[in-house]
């Protein structure tokens, strides 16, 4: 039944639609996802800050992709909780609630932000090799990574702004952790500004994305294929990043396809998870794995403290 209490300050997350039998298979399964990019991101980004041979512009780009995977990754913990927790007790603050879901937007804005600037690195690094430490100096890279993360909170925060305006009727957020859509649903008003400015927020954001992806590697490709000594390098890191750029793409359309057919409403809960839980856990395996820095690091013996 709906419930009716205006601007009530405690509102009730709906959670996750899975039978008894999967509760607990399924809540082992987030936790060690968890667990493991927490574990991993943490250790890439306390790798790249401690070792001075990976202060480079990609390491250092990688170490904004890490932070943003942990806290992107924040929703989990009481996503957790509220499984074990019986639907009426699934309660959450409305001031948290609008902290979790602008956290949620800032981290997948930044996703895509990070991820171009890692993309014009490539592109200068290869297309531009003599040129490379001209341009990306550390005042250069400073510049870059604080436009990506301050284009992000600043329009997500216009994002999140137009839908506090808003009064609230209803208290059941009908996701399995806080966003905007979840938040401007519960408002009985006129939503026509809410919905017009997000359609533009995520056709601007995801044309952006595309369109830097195609115009970088398209040249990127042409470098390669008439310079032979650049195709191996080239190609391995550049298939590196693609490759999580296109995991985070289509984790992303995925679940703007399922919002369009409501009958799928538990799929879409689903893939909202997975949304951050599958980006963010292969991000430091690809990237870890692909970077002879990295393992060169990780191979090294480690010295131990003679016993006295």
């Known amino acids: 039944m709906e419930n009716y209490t205006y ?4 509102l009730q997350l709906e959670g996750l639609n899975v039978s008894e039998d999967f509760t607990y298979p399924l809540f082992l399964f987030l936790l060690f996802s968890y667990l493991f990019i927490i574990v991993a991101n943490l250790s890439i980004a306390v790798l790249v800050f401690i070792d001075k041979n990976l202060h480079q512009p990609m390491y250092l780009l990688f170490f904004n992709l890490s932070v943003n995977d942990v806290l992107g990754n924040s929703i989990l913990p009481r996503l957790l909780v509220n499984m074990l927790l019986p639907p009426s ?4 603050s409305y001031y948290e609630c609008v902290v979790q879901a602008f956290t949620v937007h800032v981290c997948s804005t930044c996703s895509h932000t990070v991820l171009m600037i890692m993309a014009f690195d490539r592109y200068v690094a290869i297309c531009n090799p003599l040129r490379y430490a001209i341009i ?4 250069m890279l400073i510049k870059l990574t604080v436009a990506a993360w301050g284009v992000a909170i600043v329009l997500v925060g216009i994002l999140l702004g137009l839908t506090i305006r808003l009064n609230r009727c ?25 919905n017009i400015y997000g359609l533009t927020f ?6 952006s994305s595309i369109g830097t992806m195609v115009l970088t590697y398209t040249k990127i490709t042409a470098v390669c294929l008439t310079s032979k000594n650049k195709n191996s390098k080239a190609l391995k890191t550049c298939s590196t990043h693609l490759a ?4 985070m793409l289509l984790s992303g359309l995925t679940i703007i396809i399922l919002h369009r057919f409501p009958q799928y409403s538990d799929y879409r809960k689903f893939a909202s998870i997975l949304f951050h839980i599958i980006p963010s856990s292969l991000n430091p395996i690809i990237y ?3 970077s002879k820095e990295i393992r060169r690091f990780l191979s090294k013996p480690k010295k131990i403290l003679p016993s006295l």
């Open 7 to 10: 601007n009530s300050d405690t």
């Open 136 to 139: 990306m100096t550390n005042k």
């Open 244 to 247: 999580v750029y296109l995991i």
């Open 170 to 194: 209803r208290t059941m957020i009908r996701n399995p952790y806080c966003n905007n859509a979840s938040l401007f649903k519960l408002s009985c008003e006129n939503v026509f500004i809410n």
């Open 288 to 290: 870890g794995m692909q």
């Open 89 to 92: 007790e699934r309660l959450i």
């Open 202 to 207: 995520t056709v601007v954001l995801f044309t």
